[in-house]
């Protein structure tokens, strides 16, 4: 069970709680101000990162092996989207758990990520075989 989703709506009422507590109704105000704040600047975060995505391909990222490397188990789907700055191919059935994105880079490599509940469980890069340019016939003249 996701113990953030209980928390954090928890932990806020008991800020305002305390607050009236010990400062009385300026207390309240500056607390529901702070929490007021704290969720504008999730939200414009959450919006800028969608903007960029918006301006490129879906699915689309610079470079698989370096998006690989970055990659970290517990990751966000919004961090990954940041840092790809593109949404994922989704290749998993829609609205249903786990979800499965695809990024691909020029080359043909490519990161599969799967994240459940919106956090990263695992992600594979797959690389193209390398084309052996010995190994082709000589041109024709």
Request: some cysteine; aromatic content about 8%.
């Amino acid at each position: 069970m996701n113990f953030q989703k209980i928390l954090v709506p928890i932990a806020g009422v008991a800020l305002v709680v305390l607050a009236y507590r010990f400062y009385g109704w300026a207390g309240v105000a500056a607390a529901a101000g702070a929490l007021v704040m704290w969720v504008l600047l999730n939200f414009t975060r959450m919006m800028q990162v969608l903007r960029r995505a918006s301006a490129r391909p879906i699915g689309h990222v610079d470079s698989a092996v370096m998006l690989n490397a970055r990659l970290r188990p517990g990751f966000t789907l919004l961090h990954v989207v940041a840092m790809t700055r593109a949404l994922g191919e989704l290749l998993s059935p829609k609205d249903e758990q786990p979800e499965v994105f695809r990024w691909t880079d020029a080359s043909g490599s490519s990161v599969t990520c799967t994240f459940s509940g919106g956090k990263l469980t695992q992600h594979a890069l797959f690389r193209p075989p390398a084309v052996d340019e010995s190994a082709a016939p000589p041109p024709a003249p």
